[in-house]
């Protein structure tokens, strides 16, 4: 049986959050995390990438949402002995969808998943830089020197 368009996977690119929703659709990619100006003062020198996913699914009450699943790993700067470390992501969000800020608020409310306003195109990979930093902690410190 052939795959619907919108079940293959897609390169990055912008996309309708509802859309995506609606036909369970896919989009996967790598962020390299040294080209991102949006991470550089978060993040140690080195190399690091990301994995993303992000599906077009529904949350636990059927309404449309976004699973954002980032993996991999990102150079930090230890906090207690200012060395460079190796800190590993691996995060999964479901994102609810909302047409407003109104909608928004009354999601949250009665939601324990995340919402997301959806009222314009997305680019995954500000998506995914989003996840991200607020996956990071914000005084990382290795694992060996608490």
Request: hydrophobic share 40%.
């Given at each position: 049986?052939?795959?619907?368009?919108?079940?293959q996977?897609?390169?990055?690119?912008?996309f309708d959050?509802?859309?995506?929703?609606?036909?369970?659709?896919?989009?996967?990619?790598?962020?390299?995390?040294?080209?991102?100006?949006?991470?550089?003062?978060?993040?140690?020198?080195?190399?690091?990438?990301?994995?993303?996913?992000?599906?077009?699914?529904?949350?636990?009450?059927?309404?449309?949402?976004?699973?954002?699943v980032?993996?991999?790993?990102?150079?930090?700067?230890?906090?207690?002995?200012?060395?460079?470390?190796?800190?590993?992501?691996?995060?999964?969000?479901?994102?609810?969808?909302?047409?407003?800020?109104?909608?928004?608020?009354?999601?949250?409310?009665?939601?324990?998943?995340?919402?997301?306003?959806?009222?314009?195109?997305?680019?995954?990979?500000?998506?995914?830089?989003?996840?991200?930093?607020?996956?990071?902690?914000?005084?990382?410190?290795?694992?060996?020197?608490?």
């Amino acid at each position: 049986m052939a795959a619907r368009p919108s079940q293959q996977r897609k390169a990055p690119g912008t996309f309708d959050a509802f859309k995506l929703a609606r036909e369970r659709g896919l989009m996967e990619g790598v962020l390299d995390v040294e080209a991102s100006d949006r991470l550089a003062d978060r993040l140690a020198e080195g190399p690091g990438s990301i994995r993303w996913r992000i599906e077009g699914t529904v949350d636990s009450a059927g309404r449309p949402a976004l699973a954002i699943v980032i993996e991999g790993s990102v150079p930090l700067e230890c906090q207690r002995t200012l060395e460079t470390f190796e800190y590993p992501v691996a995060q999964r969000t479901i994102a609810v969808l909302a047409k407003n800020e109104s909608e928004a608020d009354a999601l949250d409310a009665g939601s324990d998943d995340e919402v997301l306003v959806a009222d314009h195109i997305f680019d995954p990979v500000v998506l995914v830089e989003d996840e991200l930093l607020l996956t990071l902690p914000y005084a990382p410190m290795r694992p060996d020197s608490v």
